[in-house]
């Protein structure tokens, strides 16, 4: 029978063996409630065909060629990954808006004896209820942001100072990118709506009485926008500002880019990308000085020519009150740790 959900948190916490998402890959791939599994009873082909045969001949002839697709994939799906589910195995299922995708594949189960119930509204449900959390109201969170100029090890504080109890929100984690020309990581970025998927359920699990640190960031990380109601709250935070002298910054920055440096070609490129902003001489400078393997003197001319200025820049529609300020003379693991337990005795205070 179909399950109302009035809630994220009443979502993530339903007392179900599995949650079963039997939409196409395609479907599946740009955002799906976290921790489905993919069940797909069409494949994207087989979807497309379905749909054109329903608009352009006639409903009854496709939901004819839609149930043999769908038996066939339940067969493969029962004897595949569901073999080894017992007599009292629970899943939830669902599709697109809890239609006969997911009302088909839930029948056959439940005449095997499994208990299945499908999400009413199906995947469209579960989204409304992101877009109210991220798009629609204010979130009720006590954010505090991270913040200071390229180089002072923001990432690595916010996972030190998570690791010492303190509430964190990792947007450059959930993102799968570093934030700047040079952010890519080996992992894609998910799709927009993956993306707030993401952020919804990590939001969900914080509690809105505590501070909740997060690196201050511009609307965008890589290609992905910050959601509205997030952005608003990280206007009017508080900051803690974090600093380092430039040389320290360099040498931080060579170890923690050191896949991009060990790419010649990929580096290349990127700074290519620099030239609507630097011109071509200062680009074709730098450009020489990473073919010489010379990254730490162009860390540090990326930054003092071209990041800082940029960052003190963009700083400023986000420049709520610095409640304190966390100078560092190295970023050495040591120092990392003490600048850690500053910001812990900042945020309990």
Sequence with gaps: ?????????????????????????????????????????????????????????????ARKIGAALVARSAAAHIEGPLAMRDGSWQPLVYCWRGGQRS?????????????????EGG?????????????????????VLLDGNTGTAKTE?????????????????????R???????ARPQPAQKGFESALAQALTGLDPARPVLVEAESSKVGDLLVPPSLWAAMRGAPRLE?????????????????????????????????????GQARVETWQAM???????????????????????????PRAGTVRAQVAMRDLAEADLA???DRIEGFLER
Excluded: N
């Design 290 to 316: 990473a073919a010489a393997g010379e990254f730490e003197t162009l860390a540090g001319e990326l930054m003092q020519h071209h990041y800082d200025a940029r960052y003190e820049k963009s700083r400023g």
């Design 179 to 185: 934030g700047s020309l040079f952010g890519a990581v």
């Design 338 to 340: 003490r600048a850690a």
């Design 103 to 119: 009302g088909s594949f839930a029948s056959i189960l439940s005449q095997i004896g499994w208990r299945a119930d499908l999400v």
């Design 1 to 61: 029978m179909p399950v109302a959900f009035d809630s994220l948190a009443d979502f993530y916490a339903a007392p179900f063996d599995d949650v079963i998402d039997v939409r196409s890959p395609s479907e599946f791939a740009e955002d799906h409630i976290p921790g489905a599994m993919s069940l797909p009873v069409l494949s994207d082909a087989e979807r497309a065909r379905v749909g054109t045969i329903y608009v352009q001949e006639a409903p009854f002839r």
């Design 157 to 177: 504080l916010l996972a030190l100072v998570a690791q010492r109890g303190v509430q964190v929100l990792d947007l450059e984690g959930l993102a799968a990118h």
């Design 242 to 278: 974090v600093t380092a002298p430039l040389g320290a910054r360099a040498r931080y920055l060579t170890r923690a880019y050191a896949d991009l440096t060990a790419d010649a070609a990929a580096l290349q490129v990127t700074l290519a990308l620099l030239l609507p902003f630097q």
């Design 123 to 143: 995947y469209r449900s579960y989204r409304r209820l992101v877009v109210r959390m991220l798009h629609e109201t204010a979130l009720p969170h006590r954010l």
